[in-house]
């Protein structure tokens, strides 16, 4: 069994920024990528930031410049530094892992429940 468990969401002034954090715990034998998506009420979930387990990044043009994804290998966790944060970044984020449970085993991918992020003054 493994669970994702995101935290840091809120409400933020437009211009403010906020940090997420997912941990993953439970049976876990090596993590391939990790990655942030969101969806907004009414529209499809999209990625935001992703991450690879050598630390190789890549970003939605919307948020490139502004967001940085980051992990700590050795706590299972990632992290998303949002900065500037605009009203249009209003959504729901949610972090996926790619995670090997045991030696032999195949990987699958699990997400975190997700977290309320609100730009708005």
């Known amino acids: 069994q493994v669970q994702l468990v995101e935290s840091g969401g809120g409400l933020v002034q437009p211009g403010g920024s906020l940090r997420l954090s997912c941990a993953a715990s439970?049976?876990?034998?090596?993590?391939?990528?990790m990655g942030w998506y969101r969806q907004a009420p009414g529209k499809e979930r999209e990625l935001v930031a992703r991450i690879t387990s050598g630390g190789s990044t890549n970003y939605a043009d919307s948020v490139k410049g502004r967001f940085t994804i980051s992990r700590d290998n050795a706590k299972n966790t990632v992290y998303l530094q949002m900065n500037s944060l605009k009203p249009e970044d209003t959504a729901v984020y949610y972090c996926?892992?790619?995670?090997?449970?045991?030696?032999?085993?195949?990987?699958?991918?699990?997400w975190g429940q997700g977290t309320q992020v609100t730009a708005s003054s």
């Open positions: 996926d892992a790619e995670i090997q449970s045991t030696a032999w085993g195949r990987r699958s991918h699990y």
């Open positions: 439970g049976s876990i034998f090596s993590i391939n990528a």
